[in-house]
């Protein structure tokens, strides 16, 4: 069955880092966009950053931008991402997510469970 276990999220002083790690099972990775979404108490959910499949390239939420960078290793059915700079804004569940649209329109998307991110001193 399909898993994305999230790694890595914690406690850390405002201008620390933390790396998340994210790795995935059950579907053929290589073929899904792959991203990282958060969430914090109140707000909605949102697109932090983007590693899309076949080497398309990265995006990034502005207000991450030159502080966040994601990777993918295929190889390791993982992504990644680090985080500098830390700001209390950036305090949120951080979730997977594997995504793909196909050429008849049918999309898959799965999301795992959730890793914390506190950011505070």
């Known amino acids: 069955q399909v898993q994305l276990v999230e790694s890595g999220g914690g406690l850390v002083q405002p201008g620390g880092s933390l790396r998340l790690s994210c790795a995935a099972s059950?579907?053929?990775?290589?073929?899904?966009?792959m991203n990282w979404y958060r969430q914090a108490p109140g707000k909605e959910r949102e697109l932090v950053a983007a590693t899309l499949r076949h080497g398309g390239g990265t995006n990034y939420l502005d207000s991450v931008k030159g502080r966040f960078t994601i990777s993918r290793d295929n190889a390791k059915n993982t992504i990644y991402l680090q985080m500098n700079s830390l700001k209390p804004e950036d305090t949120a569940v951080y979730y997977c997510?594997?995504?793909?649209?196909?050429?008849?329109?049918?999309?898959?998307?799965?999301w795992g469970q959730g890793t914390q991110v506190t950011v505070s001193s």
């Open positions: 997510n594997a995504h793909v649209l196909l050429s008849d329109a049918t999309r898959y998307q799965y």
């Open positions: 059950g579907f053929p990775f290589s073929n899904y966009d």
